[in-house]
């Protein structure tokens, strides 16, 4: 099994940063892409960024670009979310994803390990 660790969440002001951490412990599986999703209270899970080792590149979500960058390195089975320029409408649980399906790339069906999430609370 794989276990996702998820720190870095908190409340904050807008434009603040925050940086999300996220660990994978695996001893049977190889990891194919790591990424991070958000759920609003009232709203489907949606997809944020992804680090798509399979494929060899990242992906975000279009409306976040510019703001959020994710990284993350297969070798260690972590991954990250720089979040800066925070706005009230970011507001959510984000879950840390984690896919040892080789073509996982962005859509929430590839990814079949999930962490608990972290909240993050923008609000003045």
């Known amino acids: 099994q794989v276990q996702l660790v998820e720190s870095g969440g908190g409340s904050v002001q807008p434009g603040d940063s925050l940086r999300l951490s996220c660990r994978a412990s695996?001893?049977?599986?190889?990891?194919?892409?790591m990424g991070w999703y958000r759920q609003a209270p009232g709203k489907v899970r949606e997809f944020v960024a992804t680090v798509s080792w399979g494929q060899n590149r990242t992906f975000h979500r279009e409306s976040l670009e510019g703001r959020f960058t994710v990284s993350g390195d297969n070798a260690e089975n972590t991954v990250y979310l720089q979040m800066n320029d925070l706005k009230p409408e970011d507001t959510a649980i984000y879950y840390c994803?984690?896919?040892?399906?080789?073509?996982?790339?962005?859509?929430?069906?590839?990814?079949?390990?999930w962490g608990q999430g972290t909240q993050v609370t923008v609000s003045s």
């Open positions: 695996s001893r049977t599986y190889r990891l194919y892409g």
């Open positions: 994803a984690a896919s040892d399906r080789e073509w996982a790339t962005l859509r929430i069906p590839d990814y079949n390990f």
